[in-house]
């Protein structure tokens, strides 16, 4: 299960319905902010080419999965070397089967995120990870950055050892919704064993897609696309400092875990559209840079600006429209927030 802040896997067929208005069935439609790669995988699906980005370097393994591959990679570098049997059917099981039955290692994860280890910074053991788990995770961690540095798995073949590791993480993590903290006690689901399993591949429509990894502001100018989904950050809630540990595995690097709950330094992905002070110059600089004649943005009712500031902010572009969904927002388990939310589908259509 993938809890993500503002995870559009229940809106997907509101944004579909709303792209085939806009622009038809084909065409090339960009999302900019996409997160889990939910609403791409979507729009592949329905038969668009896609333009993918994020700013966070999981979201970019998440992206490639989702819209590069449609059958497992032949690993045929770990053949090669011997890491798996040559006369292997299905070489991605045998890499997860590997993966699986590696002998656990003290690293990084089981210093700085199980109860097993002392950080590094003096701080009292933090409990992300069962002590197993966390030993686990560094040895697959380090196999997967060997086979790296030694070009034993292309690039595509990383993008989906990490996506597999990462979702795996994610049924083991000992938290409440995000990475922002761990949990005092160990959950039901952090006690089990990380299991790697196999993801599903999708079969259709796998070429012409495009992966980046940027901020959406630098990126615009780049992009060139029939329609442009937006789904920012509602919030003040950065999602690098939420997501910090999955970043970590998706990067392959040893960071310095700073605080109590042992944070990497994530400035340099900090979102604009996270501050009431910067956030609509960021709207206007993609919406002015990007080439692209529509623009559809997903937005929330409780977000940072109202639906009158993001109006008057869009206008200046071209038509806007507005949709109204009633939707269950995102919770975290203890969360007091009600449950019922307005969801808002922007759309903008560029006058000509
Ligand atoms: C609401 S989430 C997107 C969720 C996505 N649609 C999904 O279904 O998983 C917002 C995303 O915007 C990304 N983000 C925030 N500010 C950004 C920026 N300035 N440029 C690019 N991505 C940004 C975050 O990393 C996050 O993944």
Known sequence: ????????????????????????KTGTVADIMAGTGTVA??????????????????SYHH?????????????SGLVNHGAIGKNEVDAYGAVL???????????????????????????????????????????IREKINEWIDNGY??????????????????????????????LADFKKNANAQIDLKPVEFCSVNS???????????NLAATITADLCYIDPPYMKRQYAANYHILETIAR????????????????EQHSKLCTKTRGLQSFEKILGDMHCPKFLISYSEDGLFTLGQLEECFSKFGTVEVQEIDYNRFRSNDSKLPKKLKEYLISIERQV
């Open 1 to 24: 299960m993938y809890r993500y802040i503002g995870n559009k896997s229940k809106l997907t067929p509101y944004i579909l319905d709303r792209v085939e208005q806009l622009i038809g």
């Open 41 to 58: 995988l979507e729009l592949r699906k329905a038969g668009y080419s896609v333009i993918a980005s994020d700013v966070m370097t999981y």
């Open 63 to 75: 992206l490639m999965v989702n819209l590069c591959l449609d059958s497992a990679p032949s690993f």
């Open 97 to 139: 089967t590997y993966l699986n039955c590696i002998e656990p290692k003290e690293g990084f994860f089981f210093k700085e995120f199980s109860p097993g280890g002392t950080p590094q910074n003096g701080c009292d053991p933090r409990k992300y990870f069962t002590t197993e788990n966390a030993k686990k995770i560094d040895a």
């Open 153 to 182: 798995v292309s690039k595509a073949e990383e993008s989906l050892l990490k996506h597999t590791l990462i979702m795996a993480v994610n049924e083991v993590a000992n938290i409440s919704g995000t990475y922002g903290y761990f």
């Open 207 to 217: 070429t012409g897609h495009m992966v980046k990894l940027g901020f959406a502001e």
């Open 252 to 267: 392959g690097d040893f960071p310095d875990a700073v605080g109590k709950s042992g944070l990497r330094d994530w400035w």
